[in-house]
């Protein structure tokens, strides 16, 4: 497995290679990455994992600075799963001068994170835009835990016919139902407690969606209430269709997500219901 | 020569096809496009046109639906130069739903023409976008005429690391001066006759650099001028340095960029002066 650090490094290890898998990661690897990886390997001989924490999608306040970076731990774990390469650029090899060009998403970007995460969406599109191109990969895999990224990811690769097949991996749990999350790390063991009451909330709806009810609102602010009642601050509740519009009554399957904070960390989560 | 009227037939031809070279262009071709092309013939053995006249970088009231569609006369031209291939998908081939991702350029998208066409570079920079992911050249050919355009496809092309080379063509005057375009089509007999007095006026700045004139401001009022007692509506006259920002008196290396209409069309021109 080789670990490359620059661009000219990894243009000189993709000529060597005719078709190639990606999975773009920000590293601190997990069960949930490793899924995605292992799902990347049944669609092409080589993979090659990024690991890239990419300042362009965090917006001021948020975690940037503090979210974990622990590439020997990752590069462990990727070389045990057998994977071809590691791309791991520095800010400045990846940005050697400020990005000036924006992928600049619909209004899909602005609702749900991005009503809460200004931005994100644009930074998280230009970086994957800029590390397909670097990349050139047939097939990138990303999860379906960030639901509303795999979202626009699609819709970029579509708008733009970038020659690349994106597959999605489902969302791994721990034993109690708690998506697994490089940012669970921050949760002191009362939080930790917590989390999974965000995926519980979320099956209660699918449950009831499934059972006929079609209350939306009040669905999402019983499942508010009841983690506001826990100490969560809840950031949305949300029933949507497929494509991450509000559900309506014509609406057959529907995407549930959420976004709740557990003092400083935020956690996100989804599950599908089908009529 | 292939004509390619859909993505299936462009991709079915791309795969037969090694390195590809490509020249971008709306169709009505003449001469100065015709010398792009064969700056691309001479970096790659296969030579791909698009024709397509992009409603993206079109404003409302611009000249979206008078602009000459060639197609035929086109074909000839280029099947006598001998290319291998003419891109020429519909408006729907290409946006089979409507556009939701841009590619959002910097500031500079905004001065210039941008200052009097909002959006066009931001539709400009979407659409070469994706007709690089769908031809997925090695070179791509742009004129100089549009310099603000070259400037703008290099820096996306340069900010997404986008594994193409950007290769810029000579402006190709009439004997008289006139940068050819497609616009000059539009000019009565005697709007044509008026017409070299645009590049008349930027030469004139160009020889006044050279002559170790630095009042930029009254250069540019002294063109602008000349041109409105001749019956112009001047939009812009500018002198910049080559990354198009505002000349400074260190400036050493001048772009001299020019658009004025006569009457209904909309000419732009543009020449460099070295200290």
Known sequence: MKILHTVAELH?????????????????????????????????PTVIVSIFVN??????????????RTLE????????????AIFAPSVEELYPQPQRYFITPPALANTLCGAYRPGHFEGVATVVMKLFQLVQPTIAV???????????????VEDFAVP??????????????LALSSRNGF?????????????????????????GERDYAQLQLNASNALIKQGWQVDYIAICDTQLNPANLETSSWMILGAARLETTRLIDNVMATS
């Open 187 to 211: 949760l002191s063991p009362t939080e930790r407690a917590l989390a999974p009451a965000l995926y519980q909330q979320l099956t209660r709806i699918q449950q009831a969606l499934q059972d």
């Open 73 to 84: 731990a990752d590069a462990a774990k990727l070389s045990a799963i057998g994977i071809d």
């Open 12 to 44: 000189a290890w993709r000529v060597q290679h005719d078709q190639v898998s990606f999975v773009p990661t920000m590293g601190n690897l997990h069960e949930g990455h490793l899924a995605l990886i292992k799902l990347a390997q049944q669609h092409a």
């Open 164 to 177: 690349i097949t994106i597959i999605a991996g489902e969302t791994i749990r721990a034993t109690d139902g």
């Open 142 to 156: 990303f999860g379906k835990k960030d639901y509303q990224q795999l979202t626009i990811i699609r819709g970029m």
């Open 55 to 68: 300042p362009l999608q965090f917006g001021a306040g948020e975690d940037y600075t503090r979210y974990p």
